[in-house]
């Protein structure tokens, strides 16, 4: 699939508004008017920013939080394009230590977000039907709870950790992917 960038007349040229990728413009660009000496052609989009992988990937994703908090762990769905970023789903525990609650949502580019801190693929080729599997498996695993902060012993990476032990059982990932991510597990406060 291709795209195409439409041609633009010097008339409606802003210099300070780019709609375009500078590798976008077939174009020269006066230096002192920031006026373009000709009219914008029509070129094709980077293949990157077009296609997608046709395999699914299943992957731990590490955020940020506030400072002295625990990075946040979530398990992530989708499709890279070439560049490894994209939309996909989420399944993830959020709130409190004490009570934390599942969310799970579709069409998120996590890989972009300002607080992506890494990724860990644990699966590079996932199935439709391991798809419906993982779907099904974070749907039933309890998120962490704790009747108060003094017995907390589990947050969102130990959610993360529990659904991979399960996902391990059923061949959907390997286990030497969750003992390497055990080692990055922050400490329970």
Known sequence: MTEMVLKRSKSSFQPDTLPLPKQLIDTKIDRKSKNPTSDWTAVEAPVSEVEESSRLQLSV??????????????????????????????WQVKGDAEYMHYQHA??????????????????????????????????????????????????????VIRVLYRLAREGI?????????????????
């Open 173 to 189: 990932v390997q286990q030497g992917a969750i003992t390497m991510l055990q080692r990055y597990m922050d400490p329970i406060n």
């Open 61 to 90: 994703v590490v955020q940020r939080q506030a400072e002295n908090e625990p990075k946040h762990w979530s398990i992530f769905c989708h499709r890279p394009n070439l560049s490894g970023t994209g939309k996909g789903q989420i």
């Open 106 to 159: 579709l069409d998120v580019d996590i890989l972009s977000s300002q607080s992506f801190e890494w990724h860990q693929v644990v699966n590079n080729d996932l199935s439709e039907s391991q798809r419906a599997r993982v779907n099904q498996i974070c749907n039933s695993e309890p998120p962490p709870r704790a009747a108060n902060r003094a017995s907390v012993t589990e947050n969102c990476q130990g959610w």
